[in-house]
């Protein structure tokens, strides 16, 4: 596992892995000329992404590793908050500033005042959790619920039903005769489940897509049904009830796989076929074909994504698309079950990697949607004083961005930065360390949306004087103390750590020397293939798929899924999906995301305020204003506009995104998690008026 910098003179083609916030986890292709990556692409060691990788990592990924925006040296904030003037200092400076900042904190309200607020920024074990966590628990500070912020919701909504037993890998479509894809924007955020669905249909197999916007895969479908955002509830039920008057229940399957299907039943029968029309905005017909397609199915696929969630009743639309192969005995055999959650196949043992021993049980923890109030609420008895950004861009992505700002900008609030390249959340930092990319340090990889593990080996040393997370949190331990072995872990040890190294795909060798020129599928501990209700049990307290959660009753009153709508305020539903340029926030510096981002709006809703394609608009409503360029879009349903998450600020006029507009105080109806698509919204031509004027 050696990091030595190749010869400047030298060209090299080496195995590297995607680390990004995707469910598909691609192995790479790296092309090296001396110091510098020339080239990105996909690589056949990972059988299911199978030498295919999204356009926006072949383009963008060279630079964000070598570009203008990457971070290269520590640095000290010399103006205000967010006007990006820094200074380069040096590391030993750097730490002393942090540890100075840290301990006033501490000093003034104790260890609870430190916030790390961090995310999802890469996907591998080590720098997306190891000694950070450690860290921070040892040094006692606030702990954070960061599942509410994207996907938890869909995480608890699966595991109501299933526990944490893992759902069908995607390359078992394959064997289907009916592929429902629901709230999944496959191309932009799934790609590799595209290769699963051409080859199932050309054995025959039919394609439903659900989804408020006619993405690329519904030109290939079926049947398409535009639902309205957040229905997707009221659709599930209609098609239960109606499967259920035909007697296309599996009664065997449900007495001895199924726990309260009568219960979940009593709520799904308030729902016809006629209501689901009216509500979803479908046509009665649409939903019969479906009903008809799923009582004939053999096999039937069911692929959700996080689009779902991002409403209020967003748990509940989950939970009833995933009940409907439970009902109809869609498990149990190759090609039937729902595509999701396979990557809990993997052997991670995270409590021993992230030192879950060093809890204290009394420290508080926080909702990650709720840090900016906290931030600002200087009355609170334990006061947020210090905090520390990484692995996440919070400016970019958190709901109601203009109180984020607010709260990163507050004078007494002392803030740490780390980071590959400059974002907007680091403009506000007092202090930026600046981080290693993947491509510069030793990881081993677990996806969430299949099956494979992955290790990588540093492609590149690190840039400048970048460091890689778990060097950086090394260093910040020793200041503080820690120099016990658990802080101060090798990364092979860490990669130890990460996985149980007793999983028979791993055969008899520590998980860091696994290879890096293939992945590993991981199957049962028998080498069985993972199929729900054969092979794999439902790992719920029953046993049995449970249609009716006890603990989501006590919790939320959603102990089954029902349809919970918020009130419309103004004429335009936005939604914020994943974007063609970014992986979320990811590579928004890069060129691809430069200029203004686009809005897409149906023709009759353009027509009816007077704008025409290409215009400059302002969409806004009470939290701010934001500009787009106007894409005219049949695309788009009447009433219901579309914008791309991960936009940065200087994408608009007014210096805010959509998420500005995109409301912090409406919850989901399980996991508390933050509603994207509950953002209502007016459009209208921009004249040019900044939104702090």
Known sequence: MSSQRPSSALTQVLPSVCPLDCPDTCSLTVEVTGDQITSVRGSDANPFTAGVVCNKVTRAYPDFVHGPARLTHPLRRVGPRGSDQFERISWDAALDLVVAGFRAAIDAHGAQ?????????????LAGGSLDRRFFYRLGATRMNRGPLCGGVRSLAYESLYGNAPGMPPEQAQHADLIVVWGNNVTVSNLHLTRIVKAARAKGARLVVIDPKRIKIAQQADLYLQVKPGTDVVLAHALAT????????DAEFIAQWVHAAEAYMAEARRYSIEDAAEICGLEARDILQLADWMQAAERL???????????????SGLRAAMALNALLGQHGRLGAGVVAKSGLASPKTRARLQGDHLIDPDTRVVNILDVARLMLDRNQPTPINAVMIYNHNPVATHPDQARMIAALSQPEMFTVGCDVVMTDS????????????????????AAYGQNYVQRAEPVIAPVGESLPNTEIFRRLAARFGYTEAAHQASDVQLMDDAMDASHPQFEGRPPSQMPTDHALEMQNSDGAALILCDTVTPDTETGRIELFSAALEVETGFGVPRFDPVPQDLPLVLITPSSDKRINATFGSAPLSAGPESIEVHPEDAAVRGLEEGDTVEVANARGAVTFRLKLSDAMQRGVVYAPKGTWRISSETGLTANALIPVEVRTDIGDGACYNETFVELRAYGGRHAAE
């Open 113 to 125: 005042s430190i916030l790390p607020l961090n995310y999802a920024g890469p996907h591998g074990e």
């Open 242 to 249: 109606e499967l259920e008057r035909r007697g296309a229940f």
């Open 301 to 315: 696929a069911t692929s959700t994504g996080n689009g779902m969630e991002r409403g209020r009743s967003g748990g």
């Open 426 to 445: 680091m403009a506000y930092c007092d202090v930026i360390l600046p981080a290693a990319t993947h491509f510069e340090h030793d990881e081993i990889f």
